[in-house]
């Protein structure tokens, strides 16, 4: 049976999937005017120990809680984004955990190779951690996630019965690889570069997907538009991707690594983030492990989230920005509620806030609203 619902202003049919698109003004937000209080925890996954921070709101009932993944960045402890989302969650009667990843802050280990499958298994180690701790109640344990982050909540609740529920915010629908290049294109448009550009910045963003793979995913759409730009940079690099002939990988990264240096001063080649992403995670594999760092990159370029959304059977509230340039909003929102249903899951709501991006306007009230009162309505105090 369903019912319909008013939600931020719009009319929402909740069931087996709910879709909120716009938003209207809302009320005040449920806030405690006691802090929580906040303390410094640790918990093994894997041969790593995680170091974090548990807060947990006044009194002495036991809580739901949330732990708290963050996007490709892997913010930890010292987050702002993190700390925020914390602290609107113990606000509203949640006990939250942050924690810093394998290699930061005061974890053991390394991200270096890291795969969307280890993040998986690193969330659920969480979940894990907490069903340990007396103040939590041990089966109202979930996970939010954030950009990459909402990747890591559909795989970790597909392969644990211990996750209780997931919030993925401007988390991806599509495959890893599509929303790089979706991301690389939209934002390339968002700044009225004209087509040509655009066109340029696409085909990177392609053969860098490629480069990583055994099998390329876009070598007929990047050969063809490398034939229409002509002569270029473009063109050096597809050789290099496509018919490498007999280099080794490590000459193979290294003349990859030139070719992108030669471009990065270019405007169109602005979201491509050269400097400040691609080029130093390339420069900092070891020569003898640029085979290693391609297999695990691999792994992760191919994650399609419709394979993990079949399995997830517990309640999912999924929230995007209809201006998300580095997310397909409204497409991931289709995959979400196609393979949710696929999954038999009854209890999903899918909300696009309309006027907002990628970060969600930074904690707006339509956003803190929908958050705390779904959590609310399901495991509150």
Request: positive net charge; aromatic residues 8%.
């Amino acid at each position: 049976m369903r019912r319909l619902v008013l939600l931020l202003g719009a009319v929402v049919v909740a069931g087996a999937a709910a879709m909120v698109v716009g938003a209207a003004p809302v009320g005040s937000l449920p806030v405690s005017s006691v802090p929580p209080t906040e303390s410094r925890v640790s918990f093994r996954s894997g041969s790593n120990t995680l170091s974090g921070i548990l807060s947990l709101p006044a009194g002495d009932e036991r809580r739901a809680a949330v732990v708290l993944l963050s996007g490709s960045e892997r913010g930890g402890t010292t987050s702002s984004y993190l700390i925020q989302n914390a602290r609107v969650l113990a606000g509203a009667g949640f006990a939250v955990l942050r924690y810093d990843p394998p290699g930061v802050g005061r974890s053991t280990g390394s991200l270096r190779f890291e795969t969307l499958d280890g993040r998986a298994r690193e969330a659920n180690a969480a979940v894990e951690y907490l069903r340990s701790r007396p103040e939590i109640r041990p089966d109202e344990i979930g996970l939010w996630g954030h950009s990459q982050g909402g990747w890591v909540t559909q795989m970790a609740a597909a392969t644990s019965r211990h996750v209780a529920f997931i919030v993925s915010a401007s988390g991806s629908g599509v495959s890893v690889a599509e929303q790089q290049v979706y991301s690389v294109e939209a934002q390339s448009r968002a700044a009225g570069f004209p087509a040509s550009d655009i066109v340029r910045a696409g085909v990177f963003a392609r053969m860098l997907v490629d480069s990583q793979l055994s099998r390329p995913l876009y070598r007929a759409q990047a050969l063809s538009q490398v034939a229409h730009l002509g002569p270029g940079p473009w063109r050096t690099f597809a050789t290099l991707v496509y018919t490498p002939g007999q280099l080794t990988p490590t000459q193979r990264l290294q003349r990859g690594i030139s070719i992108l240096k030669s471009i990065r001063g270019e405007l169109w080649a602005n979201y491509l983030y050269l400097d400040t992403a691609v080029l130093p995670a390339l420069e900092a594999i070891p020569p003898g492990q640029v085979a290693a760092a391609r297999a695990a990159a691999q792994k992760s370029l191919l994650v399609q989230p419709k394979k993990y959304l079949s399995a997830v059977r517990c309640p999912v509230l999924a929230i995007w920005g209809a201006d998300d340039t580095l997310v397909p909003a409204r497409k991931s929102a289709s995959i979400y509620r196609q393979y949710l249903k696929v999954a038999g899951n009854h209890d999903v709501t899918l909300v696009v806030l309309g006027n907002a991006g990628h970060s969600l306007n930074d904690f707006g009230a339509p956003y803190q609203k929908t958050l705390t009162g779904w959590l609310t309505k399901r495991f509150g105090p």
